[in-house]
């Protein structure tokens, strides 16, 4: 039995992204909080360092970040006019996807 994937034509963008085998994986928001601290009030996330998570991934030679942006619980770690339970309505203010992009080129 074939394997219906390879008989599947990757479009060009999908052939990079196979070719470059090592990247990062960042799942990280308000989950990161101890259970009682998950609120809005208590994400201040003052440790975030785009630049730092950046420079560490190209030094250990990966070739792309695949960000969580929004989780499970509906946290969006970017500004949304659909929800507030974002992390611009958070102590930290900060559209921290953006951050990353940005960064990221």
């Known amino acids: 039995m074939s394997n219906t994937i390879d008989n599947q034509r990757l479009t060009e963008m999908q052939e990079k992204f196979k070719d470059l085998k090592f990247g990062l994986f960042i799942h990280w928001g308000i989950s990161a909080l101890p259970p009682a601290l998950r609120t809005l009030d208590n994400f201040i996330a003052e440790s975030f360092s785009a630049r730092e998570w ?3 991934a190209k030094e250990a030679g990966q070739k792309y970040i695949a960000f969580t942006s929004k989780h499970h619980d509906g946290f969006c ?9 974002t992390s611009t309505h958070t102590p930290a203010k ?11 080129y």
């Open 94 to 104: 900060v559209d921290f996807l953006k951050l990353l992009a940005d960064e990221c």
């Open 77 to 85: 770690l970017f500004d949304s006019s659909l929800t507030d339970y």
């Open 54 to 56: 950046v420079d560490i």
